[in-house]
């Protein structure tokens, strides 16, 4: 949380591109496929990200482009990073899937 709240006050809220590997991250949040996939398709994506690393100028989700800036895509990594603890480590899962909801609840609030 202290990492976000710093983040919040140096953001510059200025529009950055979006890497592929990030795009994949943010896909695979929106379809549900945060943390779980099987092997061909971690294959295939460490294939395709070491042959190209793509650049794009806007975050797609479920098929619209959005702008985004450099705090919501750390926002994104720090979910999903928790979310994989949450699977992980299931006994803290609870825990870990509340200081989710409250580091969600303090982005919007500060924002």
Not at 29 to 47: E, I, M, N, P, Q
Request: aromatic share 8%; proline share 1%; glycine share 4%.
């Amino acid at each position: 949380m202290s990492q976000l709240v710093g983040s919040l006050d140096c953001e510059k809220w200025v529009q950055v591109d979006v890497s592929s590997e990030r795009q994949a991250t943010l896909t695979r949040l929106c379809t549900g496929r945060a943390v779980f996939s099987d092997s061909s398709s971690k294959k295939s994506s460490a294939t395709t990200s070491s042959t190209t690393n793509t650049i794009y100028p806007y975050a797609e989700v479920e098929g619209m482009q959005n702008k985004v800036v450099w705090l919501c895509l750390l926002l994104i990594e720090m979910v999903m990073s928790n979310l994989s603890y949450a699977t992980y480590f299931q006994t803290l899962s609870t825990s870990i899937v509340l200081k989710i909801a409250e580091l969600l609840q303090g982005f919007n609030i500060r924002t």
